[in-house]
């Protein structure tokens, strides 16, 4: 048995002093070594550690013995600091290649930990495809007629030798993979991979300086492709002249928590393997491995709903075993356990199997670390509020429903946007599944990333809490927004977050932007956050005086300036417009419920001017005529006759389909017309009049504003049509099927249906004409 005093690893040596953290309490893998540049986060690298990784396996065994760690690839300081031009130059230009070593008997091999392959937002591209690179366990398993490395590396390593005995030498499959990975390089020479020639130098200087101290009681984990290159002996001076004037930068390492799911291929990790999962169970079963993954899946697939019984996993376990007699494989692998899994388990379905895949086979195990491990302050500060407002982080996707009216629910809602103020997206607002719209509930997605380790590193220039950082994030961006809705959707921000010191920054910046500022669009655009920021004084306790006050002068400006802006526009211009007319609308409504009823006279007479002007835009005109009409300001028959204006034989058929598409464009048109027989009446009669020629320029407008209603409303506007619904027809007494007056023994009908869904008794309703009264 080896008994090395100190065991070298394939990593950045800045994290020798982090490795007593792996014997702490708080230690769960999956974790990953995070390194970044001090001055710039953003340049940062990862190198990732599973249970099952032979460098995790190697550093938990010498810390728990006393054994010293130590790492000896390039130093972090160098890979980060590399920039292309700054690459070693040498006959040969070696890089990065995945080695040969599999996960501590429990993977494929050729799987580095991520301080090779410098996942995700290396600087340098480091660990992304920079031409064709070799595989080297692909081309071995090709040449022995497999199409997966990963099956390979299963029978000619993991499955060799399983039988009981002593006779069993576990160095021999090893030893034969040196010598092949020695064969790959001769033939491939660096393989495409860029930096080897420096990494090995480091690494042959550091396994010179090891045996200097210790002598020949040394162990050295690292990538079997590495192995030929560490077994060269070149002079000390050859390999410290290849690293001679290699770029240097200063950094910061720690632990991070990291996820199976990112140590898949499919998560982006180049080095990584197709399925985690399997090879952690396979690392932490102690016996009978088939049997017990089996089991597993079936407590998966029950809690899915699946009819799966202890038998289902006794005939699975059977045809996993026959399967890999049948493929002369020594053992059932992963292979032959899913394909009796969609057999025995999942009626040859393949849903339930990629369940399977994803729960399973990947998994989403997410590591810990301790709360010794280094950190800066602001991640620091966001842990004690994760704990204090109970948010843990979590790497399945999950909807979090909030409350504003409680405490601590407003104080997760503070949180969350402030993070993503800070650029840390852990939580996304999304749609209510309740179909709430108050502003008292907030529904939010939330998943944790291990990426987002190094955006809250980056945050850390502004602040050392989450609140400080934030208040100085959004003053910052306020001075720098090139627009001027920016600066009004930061101030919505702000008071969504709950950042009373950042207010008055973005509020002057806004103050002089909007007095700068003389396009309609923008203002226009502007508006209706500032408004849905009022909003939010009553529930969140925060003072919007100001707001209020450069909402006000901010939409007198629009009054002002929207019916100049509405002349002359072309047809996409016009649509634009239309779109601002809506906004401004929908921003009125809100700020006339806080300003009184002055604020809404002053936008319907606006909309008059809109409604009549000929120069405005017939999409314009007929959206302001709408607006009116839903807000009580217009008569129908006066909508009525601006409608039969617009439809004219005078007006261009084009012109005068744009002014439909206003009027009657959206999900609510539809009805409009469906219980308005005479402006139906209208559109009818003016839409068979055109011409067959004006017919195909128009149809386009109408498919788009007609695809826009609900099948249903679709297909009665329809059946009115062929009933011989036209002006005429409702001129003369209305149309088939509605009668002039209420029908009140009908109307009736429905109070024993509604009295039951509103759960009213008849004890305690006086009348049917209360009840009645009351729906009205």
Not at 612 to 618: E, F, H
Not at 686 to 715: I, K
Not at 749 to 768: E, F, H, Q, S, Y
Request: glycine share 10%; proline share 6%; hydrophobic share 45%.
């Amino acid at each position: 048995m080896c008994a090395p005093r100190v065991v070298l690893i394939e990593g950045p040596p800045e994290a020798d002093a982090l490795t007593a953290l792996v014997a702490e309490e708080g230690m769960r893998p999956p974790v990953a070594l995070l390194a970044h540049v001090v001055d710039e986060p953003g340049r940062s690298a990862f190198w990732p550690f599973a249970e099952f990784s032979p460098e995790w396996v190697a550093m938990s065994w010498a810390v728990e013995r006393g054994v010293e760690v130590r790492f000896i690839d390039l130093p972090a300081a160098h890979s980060l600091a590399l920039r292309p031009e700054d690459e070693p130059s040498q006959e040969e230009p070696s890089g990065e290649a995945p080695g040969g070593d599999g996960p501590n008997g429990q993977g494929p091999g050729g799987r580095e930990p991520e301080g090779q392959g410098l996942e995700g937002r290396a600087p340098d591209g480091d660990g992304l495809a920079a031409g064709l690179r070799v595989d080297p366990l692909a081309v071995l398993a090709e040449t022995a007629g497999y199409d997966d490395p990963e099956r390979w590396w299963e029978d000619a390593v993991e499955h060799r030798g399983t039988g009981d005995g002593p006779a069993r030498d576990v160095l021999a499959p090893f030893a034969a993979l040196g010598e092949a990975m020695a064969a790959l390089r001769e033939e491939y020479g660096d393989g495409g991979h860029d930096r080897d020639h420096a990494r090995e130098a480091y690494m042959r200087l550091q396994v010179r300086a090891a045996k200097r101290e210790f002598g020949d009681s040394i162990a050295v984990v690292c990538g079997a492709w590495h192995v030929p290159a560490l077994q060269e002996k070149p002079t000390v001076a050859a390999d410290r002249a290849v690293l001679k004037g290699l770029p240097k930068t200063k950094v910061d390492m720690t632990w991070v928590p990291w996820t199976h799911r990112r140590l898949a291929r499919t998560g982006g990790y180049g080095a990584g393997i197709e399925s985690p999962g399997w090879y952690a169970h396979l690392f932490a079963a102690a016996d009978r491995p088939v049997e017990r993954w089996l089991t597993k899946v079936a407590g998966l697939l029950r809690d899915e709903g699946r009819l799966v019984s202890s038998a289902h996993v006794i005939e699975a376990v059977r045809l996993a075993e026959t399967l890999a007699a049948m493929r002369g494989r020594p053992l059932a692998g992963l292979a032959e356990t899913m394909d009796a899994i969609r057999a025995v388990m999942c009626d040859g379905s393949d849903v339930p199997l990629d369940l399977v895949r994803d729960r399973l086979v990947v998994g989403d195990v997410l590591g810990e670390v301790p709360p010794a491990a280094p950190a800066v302050p602001l991640q620091r500060d966001l842990t004690r509020l994760q704990r204090t407002l109970r948010l843990k982080p979590e790497p399945l996707e999950r909807e979090l429903e909030l409350d504003l009216r409680k405490d601590t629910d407003a104080a997760r809602s503070r949180l969350l946007h402030r993070l993503r103020l800070l650029r840390i997206d852990w939580g996304e607002p999304a749609q209510s599944l309740r179909g709430s719209t108050g502003t008292f509930r907030e529904t939010w997605r939330l998943r944790w990333e291990p990426e987002l380790a190094v955006r809250v590193a980056e945050a850390g220039i502004w602040g050392t809490t989450v609140l400080a950082a934030a208040t100085a994030k959004a003053g910052a961006d306020a001075i720098g927004a090139s627009a001027l809705a920016e600066v009004t959707a930061l101030a919505e921000r702000c008071l969504l977050a709950g950042l009373p010191d950042a207010l008055p920054v973005v509020m002057k910046v806004l103050a002089d932007r909007a007095a700068l500022d003389t396009d309609v669009g923008h203002l226009a655009q502007a508006l209706p956050a500032l408004v849905r920021a009022l909003r939010y004084g009553d529930v969140r306790g925060t003072e919007t005086a100001a707001l209020a006050d450069v909402a006000a002068g901010l939409a007198e400006r629009v009054f002002v300036g929207l019916p100049p802006a509405c002349a002359a526009l072309d047809a996409d211009a016009a649509v634009e417009m239309r779109g601002h007319v809506d906004a401004v609308h929908t921003a009125v409504g809100l700020l006339g419920d806080t300003s009184g009823d002055a604020l809404r006279t002053r936008w319907h007479s606006v909309l008059r001017v809109l409604s009549a002007r000929d120069t405005v835009p017939g999409i314009v005109q007929g959206r302001a005529t709408r607006l009116l009409l839903d807000e009580g300001a217009l008569a129908r028959d006066e909508a009525a006759r601006l409608m039969g204006l617009a439809l004219s034989v005078g007006t261009p058929p084009a012109e005068a389909a744009a002014w439909i598409e206003g009027f009657v464009g959206g999900g609510s048109g539809g009805m409009l017309l469906v219980h308005d027989e005479q402006l139906l009446g209208l559109v009818d009669a003016w839409l068979t009049g055109v011409g067959a020629d004006a017919f195909t320029d128009v149809l386009p407008l109408l498919r788009r504003t007609f695809s826009a209603y609900e099948p249903g409303v679709r297909r009665t506007l329809g059946e009115l049509a062929r009933r011989g619904t036209t002006a005429a027809s409702a001129a003369a007494g209305g149309i088939p099927g509605f009668a002039a007056e209420l029908d009140e023994e009908r109307a009736d009908a429905v109070l024993p249906v509604l009295r039951l869904l509103l759960g009213i008794d008849d004890d305690n309703l006086a009348d049917d004409n209360n009840l009645a009264g009351a729906g009205t």
